[in-house]
């Protein structure tokens, strides 16, 4: 586990659970498309159970695995009735060809290696499917993108989605033998209801911001509100974004 995620997804828990958006029906709509009812689905680095508890409601047989102890804990306690273990991508406690399909929500570009290509290839039966998704803060909104940009030099060094490296390892050689590619992909437009409190909470729920010393933290804050109250930036109570949906399926 990347040492980053693996401290930083130990705190601001609940931050990440109260303030990190949910995924757009268009998005669950592909999802129902790609996965048949009662399928057995793995929600892996599942967190604080955000996707989980959106695929449970789809009829899915849904198993959950996640490193971070603090918030496989706040999975547990949000959603009690769903298996929940702890795991990696490149070591995943649950049998060989088990799962009809491993969603990925939000991680994949931390573990984005021909290892766990190949651990995912493992647990998925046969015809299985490997699904990719994303929430990212949209520059459609002045706010949301000046926001944005007072973090952004933190992220310096720091995987993410949003340099599409993740994307590389699909271009090697093992990953053709492994799956069905090219990948496919959607993007459609996730706006939510927010107020500069959540807005707040969403900034310092990224774990390069919330392993950022105290003095740090408290001058974003302050920054962040500087963007917020400042009526230049149109705060609207709507936080942009946009989803991003990629799936592949296992090569047989």
């Not at 695929?55 to 496989?72: F, K, S």
């Amino acid at each position: 586990m990347h040492p980053i995620a693996a401290t930083g997804f130990q705190l601001k828990v609940d931050d990440y659970a109260n303030a990190r958006p949910s995924y757009p029906a268009a998005a669950l709509q592909r999802i129902k498309e790609i996965i048949p009812q009662e399928a057995h689905v793995l929600d892996l680095a599942a967190g604080t159970g955000i996707m989980t508890q959106l695929l449970v409601p789809l009829g899915y047989q849904v198993t959950a695995v996640e490193p971070a102890d603090n918030m496989r804990n706040k999975l547990k306690e949000l959603l009690p009735e769903v298996p929940c273990f702890k795991g990696t991508a490149q070591n995943i406690p649950v049998p060989s060809e088990s799962q009809d399909a491993v969603v990925i929500a939000q991680a994949f570009h931390w573990f984005d290696d021909i290892e766990s290509l190949n651990e995912i290839h493992r647990v998925l039966k046969p015809q299985g499917h490997l699904i990719l998704i994303w929430n990212t803060e949209s520059p459609r909104s002045i706010w949301t993108a000046k926001l944005r940009q007072l973090y952004e030099k933190h992220t310096e060094g720091v995987p993410s989605n949003r340099t599409g490296r993740w994307r590389q390892v699909f271009d090697t050689d093992e990953a053709k033998t492994l799956y069905d590619l090219p990948l496919e992909y959607i993007q459609v437009t996730n706006d939510f209801p927010t107020d500069k409190d959540r807005a707040w909470s969403r900034v310092i729920s990224n774990s390069y911001v919330a392993i950022l010393p105290e003095d740090e933290i408290q001058k974003l804050k302050k920054d962040a509100f500087t963007v917020l109250d400042d009526p230049e930036n149109e705060f609207n109570g709507v936080y942009s974004h946009e989803t991003d949906l990629v799936w592949v399926r296992k090569r047989v």
